[in-house]
């Protein structure tokens, strides 16, 4: 069954679980996920495979790894 609460977010933008949930938790961090209107809090020991579809790769250097990796950082988005 999920609860939910609105909690307050003071200003430094920290937001306080409730001891219970925090109780629960089998870790003391967690991920946010910011999906277009909203942030969803997860256990960071929690499977975060599910959130990632595919890579795709735009190199010519698969041959080689050293030009690969040079290619890879080139391109990267941060």
Not at 13 to 39: A, C, F, H, M
Not at 44 to 51: G, P
């Amino acid at each position: 069954m999920s609860k939910v609460e609105i909690r307050p977010i003071d200003s430094q933008g920290r937001i306080i679980l409730p001891k219970s949930w925090r109780n629960r938790l089998k870790t003391n961090s967690v991920v946010i996920i910011d999906e277009d209107d909203r942030l969803e809090i997860r256990p960071a020991d929690a499977d975060l495979s599910r959130f990632v579809d595919a890579v795709e790769v735009d190199a010519e250097h698969f041959d080689d790894y050293h030009k690969l990796r040079k290619g890879l950082k080139k391109d990267a988005v941060y």
